[in-house]
Each structure stands twice: as structure tokens, then as C-alpha cells.
């Protein structure tokens, strides 16, 4: 298991790094209003996916190993579409799609849930490799195809990053599909239930895993909205780069999320789940709260001179504020994999529909009158009461001590071994 882990927090932090640069080009290339303009559409694409993961996103894994895999997939590529179209509209009537853009939405939603259906399908099966390799085609192909848009074809605009994201996504998708076909062919297709009543089963855990992931990301997300209407675009192009250098840390606790669901949804006894999700959670906070006060330290003149231009002064206050919250996600993160993995998606949801709600009645208070400085406070708040009920609940859900938060000598031990072993594996390889 640490081994997927330690693998996976590479690939995902290969792929940071290249769009961690990709932020700084595009601020140079396309300018404060430029980055804004591109965080709404990509806020807008990442909510229409989430109306897809009713039936394409963790449902898949939770339910592969129940039923036969056609009897899985193929609803999740029929629904794609159909969910799409239903977020894109529901987005146009309450404005929040950007003008002019919702048909490119509207396809980056569908291929980006393709490219997540194929890639849930490859974690479910334990092809982790696969996994990575979907993922660093879809997030770091996107980086050498901007490269080549903007310097060797001279479309400096937001059309050559729309063309690049329907390329990268393109490329990923048409890959995961030939790394699927093996297993699609060689499982059988008989099931006792009929088609119709695995696909009401899929939309009634679906659903509330969807309103979950639809209250996070609105949690994370919906503020741009609100700064855009209250403070215009170009303060979105602050809250957006400010958010990407926090946000950063989260390919840590992102890809732990995904082995603590995988492993958490294969187990059956309580005990194994909890230790598992116990230890994933101890050194996803380590981990995090280092890297952030890393971040931190970073003074505002390196963002404003040398890795953005001067029109993003600000950032590094943005940066501070969303700290500590920043930490709190990563942790509410694993324990929300935790839940839904068991089952338990409506814990999850909780914790999620009560962020969005702090968000929305503090929001709406914070952000006409401070700004970008009021939507960072603003998700702070909403980050920390998230992880503060996911806690609560996992407590009462597993009879957890407080003391069996805090890390051990047997955590760290476990650590150094796995990192012994890993070493001596790669010493043997070679």
C-alpha cells in the first residue's frame, strides 16, 4: 500500500510542477485578466464533471467488484453526456458559465469524466501504474502542448489553452481505453440482477456521492463566482494564482484520498478500515502542514517579480490566509474517502453541504466588502468545518480516541520500513 501511495504522490507531483509553471507562463502570456478568465472556465468544466460522477466517478470503483464491468461502464459513458448538458444549463441560467465559452465546456466535461470513468476503472482493478499514467497524460501533456501553442505558434490567447486541454484530455482518453480493453474482455458478463436494476442501484449511491462532490467543489469553487460578480475578473486572476500555490499541497492528500478508497472499499472488516485510514490520515497531515510552511515562507517580491508580474500583488496574504484551512482539507479529504468507501456517503455529504453553507452565509458578507481577502477567509472557515464534523463523525463511527489521531513511534516506524523496503527493491532492480 505505501508503495502505491509514494507512487502515486509522484506522478501527481510531477504533474504539479509542470502546471505550477504553467501558472506562471500563463500569467506572463495571458495576464491577470487571462488567469481569471481560465479559473471560471475551469471551475465551470469541474462542476459539470461532478454531475457526471453520478454515475462515473467513485460509483464505478464502489461497484465493479460487484457486478460485471459492462454492466458498470457502459451507464457511465451513456450518462456523460446527458449529465453535461444538465450542468451546463443549470450553470448558464444561474450565470455562472463565462460568455462565449459554454460549448467548450460542455465537451472538456465530457472527455475530462471519460478520462476519470477509465481512470476509476484502472484504480478499482489495483492497476495503480495505469492509474498515474491516465493521470500525468491528462494533467502534464497539458503543459508541453501550451508550450507549443504559445512559443512555436505564436497563439498567445485563450483558445490555444482550450485547444490544449481538449488534446491532453484527448490523448488520455484514447490511452486509458486501450488499458482497459484486457479487462473488459476477459470478465464474464452474466449477472443474476437485470441491467436496469444495477443502474438504479448505481444512481442511488451515485446521487448522494455526486452532491457531495458538487458541494465540495462549490465549497472550493464557488467563490470565484462571487468575486467575479462583486470585484470583477481581474481579482479572480489573484484569488485563482494565490489558490494554486496553496492548493498545491493537496496532490498529497489527493492521492492518498484515492488509495484510502480503494483499500477502505476492498476491506470488510471495521477494524482494518479504520487502522488503515487512521495511518493514511497521520502522515497526509505531516506531510501537508510541512510543505504549506514552506509555502509560506515564500516572500510576496519572489511571486511579483520573478514568478508572476507586479498586477498580481497580493497573493502571498492570500496565500496565509488559506493556510491553515488548506491543511484542514487535506484532512477532510481522507477522511470523506474513508466514508465513502464504507458506504457511508451521506456522512460525507454532511460535511460537505456544511461547508458550503458557511461559505455562502459568510461569503456573502466577506467578499462585497474585502474581496479576494474575504473569499480566502471565507474558505478557510468552510475548509476548517468540514475536517472539525468529518472528525466528529469518524470519532463516533469508529470509537476513535483523541489519541489515536496523534502520530506514534509505530507510525513512524511503519514509515521507515516501507521506505527501507522501497530502497532495497529499487537497489535489487538495478
Known amino acids: 500500500m505505501f508503495r502505491k501511495v509514494l507512487e502515486t504522490i509522484g506522478t501527481r507531483y510531477i504533474v504539479a510542477l509542470l502546471n505550477?509553471?504553467?501558472?506562471?507562463?500563463?500569467?506572463?502570456?495571458?495576464?491577470l485578466q487571462g488567469v481569471g478568465l481560465v479559473g471560471l472556465i475551469l471551475a465551470s468544466v469541474n462542476i459539470a464533471v461532478i454531475f457526471n460522477s453520478v454515475l462515473c466517478g467513485n460509483t464505478i470503483v464502489y461497484f465493479m467488484n460487484k457486478y460485471p464491468v459492462n454492466f458498470v461502464l457502459l451507464?457511465?459513458?451513456?450518462?456523460?453526456?446527458?449529465?453535461?448538458?444538465?450542468?451546463?444549463?443549470l450553470m448558464y441560467v444561474f450565470g455562472f458559465i463565462p460568455e462565449g465559452y459554454g460549448i467548450d465546456i460542455f465537451w472538456l466535461a465530457i472527455l475530462n469524466s471519460f478520462v476519470a470513468a477509465?481512470?476509476?476503472?484502472?484504480?478499482?482493478?489495483?492497476?495503480?501504474?495505469?492509474?498515474?499514467?491516465?493521470f500525468f497524460l491528462q494533467g502534464g501533456l497539458l503543459f508541453f502542448l501550451l508550450i507549443y501553442f504559445y512559443y512555436l505558434l505564436e497563439e498567445k490567447n485563450i483558445q490555444a489553452y482550450l485547444w490544449g486541454m481538449y488534446l491532453a484530455n484527448g490523448v488520455a482518453f484514447v490511452i486509458s481505453g486501450l488499458l482497459l480493453i484486457p479487462h473488459l474482455t476477459k470478465e464474464t458478463s452474466s449477472c443474476e440482477k437485470s441491467f436496469l436494476s444495477i443502474i438504479r442501484e448505481m444512481f442511488a449511491y451515485g446521487l448522494w456521492s455526486s452532491a457531495d462532490n458538487l458541494a465540495e467543489t462549490y465549497t472550493t469553487r464557488l467563490n470565484y463566482f462571487l468575486v467575479r460578480n462583486f470585484s470583477g475578473l481581474g481579482a479572480v486572476g489573484i484569488l485563482d494564482a494565490g489558490t494554486k500555490i496553496s492548493e498545491s499541497v493537496w496532490h498529497i492528500?489527493?492521492?492518498?484520498?484515492?488509495?484510502?478508497?480503494?483499500?477502505?472499499?476492498?476491506?470488510?472488516?471495521?477494524?482494518?478500515?479504520?487502522?488503515?485510514?487512521?495511518?493514511l490520515l497521520k502522515f497526509t497531515l505531516l506531510a501537508v502542514t510541512s510543505i504549506t510552511l514552506l509555502i509560506a515562507l515564500i516572500p510576496e517580491w519572489i511571486y511579483t517579480q520573478?514568478?508572476?508580474?507586479?498586477?498580481?500583488?497580493?497573493?502571498?496574504k492570500v496565500i496565509l490566509i488559506l493556510s491553515p484551512g488548506i491543511i484542514c482539507f487535506s484532512g477532510y479529504s481522507i477522511l470523506s474517502h474513508y466514508f465513502i468507501g464504507s458506504g457511508k456517503v451521506?456522512?460525507?455529504?454532511?460535511c460537505s453541504f456544511t461547508g458550503l453553507i458557511i461559505l455562502l452565509i459568510i461569503g456573502l458578507i466577506t467578499i462585497p466588502a474585502y474581496g479576494v481577502?474575504?473569499?480566502?477567509?471565507?474558505?478557510?472557515?468552510?475548509?476548517?468545518?468540514?475536517?472539525?464534523?468529518?472528525?466528529?463523525?469518524?470519532?463516533?463511527?469508529?470509537?476513535?480516541?483523541?489519541?489515536?489521531?496523534?502520530?506514534?513511534?509505530?507510525?513512524?516506524?511503519?514509515?521507515?520500513n516501507k521506505i527501507r523496503q522501497r530502497f532495497s527493491f529499487l537497489k535489487k532492480r538495478s
Do not use: H
Not at 20 to 31: D, E, P, T, Y
Not at 75 to 85: D, I, M, Q
Not at 118 to 134: E, M, P, Q
Not at 377 to 405: C, K, P, Y
Open 253 to 279: 492528500s489527493r492521492s492518498v484520498s484515492f488509495i484510502t478508497y480503494s483499500e477502505v472499499s476492498r476491506q470488510s472488516a471495521a477494524e482494518i478500515r479504520k487502522k488503515i485510514t487512521l495511518r
Open 20 to 31: 505550477l509553471a504553467l501558472i506562471f507562463i500563463n500569467a506572463r502570456v495571458l495576464g
Open 346 to 350: 451521506k456522512l460525507s455529504a454532511a
Open 306 to 316: 520573478y514568478l508572476f508580474t507586479p498586477e498580481f500583488s497580493g497573493m502571498r
Open 75 to 89: 451507464p457511465a459513458y451513456l450518462w456523460t453526456p446527458v449529465g453535461s448538458a444538465l450542468a451546463c444549463l
Open 118 to 134: 477509465n481512470a476509476r476503472f484502472l484504480l478499482g482493478k489495483d492497476k495503480v501504474k495505469s492509474f498515474n499514467l491516465t
Open 373 to 416: 481577502i474575504g473569499s480566502a477567509i471565507t474558505s478557510n472557515l468552510s475548509f476548517s468545518a468540514m475536517f472539525g464534523l468529518a472528525m466528529i463523525l469518524f470519532t463516533r463511527e469508529t470509537s476513535t480516541t483523541f489519541r489515536e489521531f496523534l502520530p506514534g513511534k509505530d507510525d513512524f516506524i511503519f514509515i521507515q
